[in-house]
């Protein structure tokens, strides 16, 4: 799907893309329901499948749609580290491995030696040291950010220093080798697949990664967003998991939106829609986006640059992952958006886009994808600029207690960015939708 139909007011169809003849569709609904994913891939390295994209939400977003909370993403603490520059693709290892696995690093820094031969005292088991009520298990923020402090302060482990310990030796000592082994053995046999390292013998190393992202089209309880009759169900709409996806999983989600809340609303808004008849794809709106989306196709084809699109998606990535990733801080996002911008610029002077707009084409398919990545990467900052405090999944390093734990400002924070936007490069217009509570109240979140 490469953009919306919006006639009068209401969403009335989509334009497509078939991927296998590169034949541009209309299509014609009463209503648009979005299922399209999460953005994840915005950072270029994710767990996220390689075809995640924010194209759906993006156009549906720049016909109207707000856009909410864009820079909440979840970062997934238990990831098998980035081996070297060649990867597009990171590995996630189940959260499960917590249970049982203790997350350690030496107590000195840049240690060489090999885990067999650090000394059970000379490990620090710092998740369990700074959280002993949680230990392994606390949340994924907390967890997350915690390797990365160790990391970043000399202790990392591996030919990279950028990863953790996380180590099974004492609960096969407990539980046995055949308990760990029926508990995650397809794990293990997967991470010996990639690293080469038998986690049996040796602690498998870890590093978070990018994995959800709770942002996404600003949708009602209805889950229609700000465009009537266009609905978004599941990752690619902002609810449900608030800035850290703590207490409700995508699966909820999922069951959620599809089984028990859509068959409702929609029948609800069809019922008045009923008297509608069926709007002709000849009708000058789908004329209109039609002529958008080829003119944006021909756009790509014709730069004719030197620079590959993944090039142009791997700098992103680096830039968003470095500024607008696990740690967030004013000037890093300053000259992260200033970065993205410039990148932008190049993209369309330089970028090369092999092959033809009729025909299958995975390179013409994924330039579209990344030129919308470029656009949503500026809003994601633009938000992260605006959340001048330490939610979930957004961490800003000026807003953190003296323990360096996230530190919430409710008093100017408690609402919800839904964001307008207004032109490509031109600040997008921030909605408050103010968050109250009435039973459970917000509260610094405590781990100790
Ligand atoms: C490795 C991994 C492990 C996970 N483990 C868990 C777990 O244990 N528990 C849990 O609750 N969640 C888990 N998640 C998260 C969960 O899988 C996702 O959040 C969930 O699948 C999202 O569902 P969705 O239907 O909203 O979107 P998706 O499953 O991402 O589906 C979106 C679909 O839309 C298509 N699409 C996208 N853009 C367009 C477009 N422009 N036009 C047409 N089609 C488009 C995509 O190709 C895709 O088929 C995991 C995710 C990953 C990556």
């Known amino acids: 799907m490469l953009d919306v139909v919006v006639i009068d007011g209401k969403a ?11 034949e541009i569709e209309r299509h014609f609904g009463h209503s648009v329901l979005l299922a399209s994913g999460g953005y994840g891939n915005v950072f270029y390295l994710s767990t996220n499948a390689m075809g995640s994209n924010v194209t759906a939400s993006w156009k549906a977003y720049k016909k109207g749609a707000f856009f909410g909370n864009p820079c909440f993403t979840q970062i997934h603490p238990t990831c098998i580290p980035i081996s070297g520059d060649h990867q597009s693709k990171l590995t996630l290892m189940s959260e499960s491995l917590r ?39 606390v949340p994924r923020d907390v967890a997350s950010r915690a390797i990365k402090e160790r990391c970043d302060a000399g202790y990392g482990v591996g030919t990279s220093k950028q990863a953790a310990y996380l180590d099974f030796a004492d609960s096969i000592k407990r539980l046995g080798e055949n308990v760990v082994s029926a508990k995650y053995g397809n794990l293990f046999e997967m991470y010996e697949k990639i690293t080469g390292e038998n986690p049996y013998k040796v602690p498998m190393r870890i590093y978070p990664a990018i994995h959800y992202t709770m942002g996404g089209l600003w949708v009602d309880y209805n889950l229609m967003t700000t465009v009537p009759g266009m609905y978004a169900l599941g990752e690619c709409n902002f609810s449900d998991h608030g800035a850290n996806r ?14 028990f809340v859509i068959p409702y609303t929609l029948g609800d808004y069809l019922a008045k829609e009923i008297g ?52 967030r801080n004013e000037k890093g996002l300053t000259e992260a958006k200033a970065a993205v911008r410039a990148l932008r610029e190049e993209f369309w002077k330089d970028v090369r886009v092999m092959g033809t707009a009729d025909e299958f084409n995975p390179d013409l398919e994924k330039a579209g994808r990344v030129a919308d990545f470029m656009e949503l990467g500026e809003l994601m900052i633009d938000d992260a600029l605006n959340r001048r405090e330490s939610c979930g999944g957004h961490f800003r390093e000026e807003s953190q207690t003296e323990e360096g734990e996230a530190k919430r400002d409710d008093d100017k924070f408690a609402y919800v960015a839904a964001w307008e936007f207004k032109g490509v490069g031109t600040p997008a217009e921030l909605h408050k939708e103010e968050l109250k509570f009435d039973t459970v109240h917000l509260a610094q979140r405590s781990y100790k």
């Open 246 to 259: 703590l207490g409700a999983s995508a699966l909820m989600q999922g069951l959620a939106d599809g089984y």
């Open 276 to 327: 509608t008849k069926a709007i002709s794809t000849d009708h000058p709106a789908f004329v209109e986006a039609e002529k958008g989306v080829r003119e944006q196709i021909q756009k790509l084809l014709s730069v004719k640059g030197k620079t590959s699109v993944e090039h142009f998606h791997k700098k992103l990535g680096k830039i968003m992952w470095n500024n607008c990733g696990m740690a």
């Open 12 to 22: 009335r169809g989509i334009i497509a893309r078939n991927l296998i003849t590169g």
């Open 99 to 137: 249970n049982d696995g203790r997350v350690w690093v030496p107590k000195k820094q840049n240690d060489p030696r090999s885990p067999k031969d650090i000394p059970e005292d000379e490990r620090d088991y710092f998740l369990e040291r700074r959280y002993p009520a949680f230990g392994n298990l």
